[in-house]
């Protein structure tokens, strides 16, 4: 299983950066302004991966003025989230932080505004070792050692229309072809990620992945998704389904991209990276930034506050990831903090966990070794936007080292509880470790900065285990995790 899954999405957008991750002077702050209350949460939320520096800021960003000097960096203007862009943080703190975070950078380059030569100097900058112009500057800033940043997205959501730099599906392969090609000229092992569909509702989807992958496919690696939920019209049982529409994009890209190497007569697969995911309530918080002649220093955008019922549907959409774990090898949440994020800062004061924090921390953190295929055998629920669905929802790891399966499941039934059974034939039942729940109750629930706990994942005291299976039972609405050391009775 590709630990990539676990990854997450820092952008210049809002409080992510300034007041999220990066705040001097902060009680917590250490001497290169990083908050040490957020760097623990993030540790503690398992997240392996971090793209930067976008996002919607890439496609007009200028990599060498977050570099060198901090006093002598240029203010810009962003254009992406109409704000002022310091360049206090760049490139250099960002490597510096996920070296403290513990967690491998994802790197973005700017292919709206700039293109390949810039692309090509921001590689040698980060990766060569020294002896050119670029990357002894990298040295002259501090950082001795190149950076080895080994995977990288030719730019972002390039068929938006509110992308600086939009472009046409073939226009965008040429280039992201050209740019692959020029780097890896400098190293041939890079994995680089072509843009996908923004979304999967753009009008121009499929044709897009299809025309990009004609251009492209021999030079790149993986193609990226993007999806945001929320519900529609108050539908709460659809938005409890969620994973259903992340499973289909899945597919459909899957299967176009196979059908672009079978025509190509090549056995390469060109592999998933959902770059960007995450429960987004656009409706209430739209994504136009603000306008006219004000341009703010980092200012509260897009700052979703979450409920129980989010942190159900998150756990859910992790299940399609790790099902799907055999294409897909790479996954951001977005974001990482106070956008749209598992943690909410206040600035100057406290960091805490929202809702959507705990199924993704358990599921980092529990889902080891091998993904298990599990069928499913059982109720349905009627959904208003994806018909009828599987009332339980779920996915199984195994770690032969340990001996350890998690079981992790969704309940997607709103009013009903689900008694489930788990049959393991070929393994004996050892021990029941744990078996928690989010949900069931108050999905309305959310964490504040008061009241930071209000949807930790309580004890579910009713499983059981007996031979060969486990029985337990879902509370509506509810998503559940549980472990399990069993003995392999087939070796």
């Not at 020294?130 to 990357?135: E, Q």
């Not at 030719?154 to 692959?180: C, F, H, I, K």
């Not at 990831?321 to 749209?340: E, P, T």
């Not at 009903?416 to 004996?428: F, K, L, N, R």
Request: aromatic share 8%; proline share 5%.
């Amino acid at each position: 299983m590709p630990r990539r899954i676990f990854g997450s999405f820092v952008e210049h957008l809002g409080r992510c950066v300034y007041n999220g991750i990066y705040e001097p002077g902060h009680p917590t702050a250490d001497a290169d302004g990083f908050r040490g209350d957020v760097l623990a949460l993030v540790r503690e939320l398992g997240v392996t991966t971090v793209r930067y520096p976008g996002g919607n800021f890439v496609s007009s960003y200028r990599w060498e003025d977050g570099v060198g000097p901090v006093d002598e960096r240029p203010a810009r203007l962003d254009l992406a989230w109409h704000s002022l862009e310091t360049n206090a943080f760049g490139l250099d703190e960002f490597m510096r932080w996920v070296a403290k975070a513990d967690v491998d950078p994802i790197m973005a380059v700017n292919l709206g505004t700039r293109g390949t030569a810039e692309a090509v100097d921001l590689l040698e900058y980060a990766n060569h070792r020294g002896g050119s112009h670029l990357a002894d500057k990298r040295r002259d800033n501090g950082a001795v050692d190149p950076y080895g940043i080994r995977l990288w997205c030719l730019g972002n959501e390039m068929d938006g229309p509110w992308q600086v730099g939009q472009r046409s599906a073939t226009e965008y392969g040429r280039l992201a072809a050209q740019t692959a090609k020029a780097m890896r000229r400098f190293d041939p092992d890079l994995e680089l990620v072509a843009c996908g569909s923004s979304h999967l509702g753009m009008p121009t989807f499929g044709s897009w992945e299809r025309d990009v992958l004609t251009e492209a496919y021999d030079d790149v690696d993986l193609i990226s998704l993007h999806a945001y939920y929320q519900p529609v019209d108050d539908d709460l049982a659809s938005f409890l389904a969620s994973a259903e529409d992340m499973d289909r994009y899945i597919d459909a890209v899957t299967a176009i991209a196979d059908s672009v190497g079978a025509i190509r007569r090549s056995t390469k697969k060109i592999m998933i990276a959902f770059d960007e995911w995450n429960v987004w309530y656009q409706s209430a918080a739209p994504s136009t930034p603000p306008s006219g002649e004000d341009w703010p220093f980092a200012p509260p955008l897009l700052e979703d506050h979450y409920s129980v019922a989010d942190a159900v549907v998150v756990g859910g959409l992790l299940i399609s990831l790790l099902r799907h774990s055999d294409r897909v090898s790479a996954a951001c949440q977005a974001q990482l903090v106070n956008v749209i994020a598992p943690i909410m800062t206040e600035t100057g004061g406290a960091a805490w966990r929202q809702t959507i924090f705990h199924p993704f921390a358990r599921t980092a953190r529990h889902a080891q070794g091998t993904v298990l295929d599990v069928l499913r055998d059982g109720s349905t629920t009627t959904t208003e936007r994806y018909g009828e669905v599987d009332a339980v929802d779920a996915v199984s790891t195994w770690d032969d080292t340990t001996g350890e399966m998690t079981v992790f499941l969704v309940n997607r039934a709103l009013d009903e509880p689900a008694g489930v059974t788990i049959d393991i034939t070929g393994a004996q039942v050892d021990d029941i470790i744990e078996c928690v729940t989010v949900g069931g109750t108050d999905l309305h629930a959310k964490n504040t900065a008061d009241g930071p706990d209000h949807a930790e994942p309580r004890p579910n005291d009713t499983a059981r285990g007996a031979d060969a299976s486990v029985e337990l039972t879902l509370p509506p609405a509810s998503w559940t995790m549980l472990r399990l050391r069993a003995i392999d009775t087939t070796a």
